[in-house]
């Protein structure tokens, strides 16, 4: 704003123009890294919690505007990928405690993202998160191609305290005169952990998930059988869905860190997770449609898309001071 300052005895009579002064506020909590060169966002495991989601790509997404999580038409419920800034899931490179995390046993096809690997999230339970730290810009000189959009850090928690969450919930929606409440949730998981002598630690982590499917789809009015069928008069039905799946899940995480003497450290994570999954939203086939062998499904067919993802990873390390180098070997 700009005004005029008021005068003080012995003043000139002089008008003196203020610049411009900008103030803005927000209630939201500092999630940035001011005093770095690049755009960085540190994300604690309370203000994950705080968001009221149970899915860390979830959480993610309302609090970091960069990131997104397309949703893949077919079959996009057992395993989501996180994009930075626009770009495809393999430019962002995903790293646990700084190392690499591998690539899901999955490939992405549809309109909303190209042929590609991703990293899966939600392999790693939210009880063994630390802090996520995102590099909200591209680093491919520093980590290769797969770093475009940016990169996330998954910081693992090295504090021994017990903790335990519990939270279930579901989804309710109304739209056009439709009442809808499914999607029922139940979410319980927690860490624990020992501390060593010298700084060493031993963390656990686990969680196990349940999700319904939801389905908005609206009646399908279009003639369901041949010309002349009497079931042609029978009300709409939903036959087609649209909404998510169904996802039973179970994630495990240990990591630990132990000195061995001589300046030399042990260092290892290992992760587990097991996925079944279901999603019925694959196009229904009609009665009348020629794909259908009526037959076995007189009132149509809608294709149902399973899985069962099991996924294990471990990374074991020793790391340590020599002669003013630090060195780090990890597998």
């Given at each position: 704003m700009a005004g005029v300052a008021s005068l003080l005895p012995g003043q000139s009579a002089e008008t003196t123009r203020l610049d411009s002064i900008v103030t803005v506020v927000t209630r939201t909590a500092e999630r940035s890294v001011g005093e770095s060169p690049v755009p960085v966002d540190a994300v604690t495991s309370r203000m994950l919690d705080n968001t009221g989601m149970v899915e860390l790509w979830q959480q993610l997404q309302r609090l970091?505007?960069?990131?997104?999580?397309?949703?893949?038409?077919?079959?996009?419920?057992h395993m989501r990928p996180v994009t930075l800034r626009g770009l495809a899931p393999h430019h962002v490179l995903v790293l646990v405690n700084g190392r690499r995390r591998h690539a899901a046993a999955s490939l992405l096809a549809g309109p909303s993202v190209p042929f590609a690997s991703f990293t899966d999230l939600g392999s790693i339970p939210w009880s063994a998160i630390e802090?996520?730290?995102?590099?909200?810009?591209?680093?491919?000189?520093?980590?290769?191609?797969?770093?475009?959009?940016?990169?996330?850090?998954?910081?693992?928690?090295?504090?021994?305290?017990?903790?335990?969450?519990?939270?279930?919930?579901?989804?309710?929606?109304?739209?056009?005169?439709?009442?809808?409440?499914?999607?029922?949730?139940?979410?319980?998981?927690?860490?624990?952990?020992?501390?060593?002598?010298?700084?060493?630690?031993?963390?656990?982590?686990a969680e196990l998930g349940d999700r319904g499917g939801t389905n908005r789809a609206y009646a399908d009015r279009r003639p369901q059988y041949f010309p002349g069928d009497p079931r042609n008069d029978l009300p709409p039905r939903v036959s087609s869905y649209l909404g998510n799946g169904s996802v039973r899940e179970f994630k495990g995480l240990v990591s630990t860190s132990m000195p061995l003497g001589s300046g030399v450290d042990f260092h290892g994570t290992l992760n587990a997770s097991m996925r079944d999954a279901l999603s019925p939203d694959a196009f229904f086939r009609m009665p009348l449609d020629g794909r259908t062998v009526r037959s076995i499904h007189p009132d149509g067919f809608r294709p149902e898309i399973a899985s069962n993802i099991q996924d294990f990873s471990s990374l074991l390390g020793l790391r340590g001071n020599s002669r003013g180098w630090r060195w780090d070997v990890t597998a």
């Open positions: 970091i505007p960069s990131v997104n999580v397309p949703h893949i038409p077919i079959g996009d419920n802090r996520i730290e995102v590099l909200r810009d591209g680093a491919a000189a520093q980590y290769g191609s797969d770093a475009i959009g940016g990169v996330v850090n998954v910081v693992l928690r090295r504090d021994t305290e017990p903790s335990l969450r519990a939270s279930a919930g579901s989804a309710y929606t109304s739209e056009g005169g439709r009442n809808f409440t499914d999607g029922g949730w139940v979410n319980v998981g927690g860490s624990s952990g020992m501390a060593f002598d010298h700084g060493g630690y031993l963390t656990f982590a």
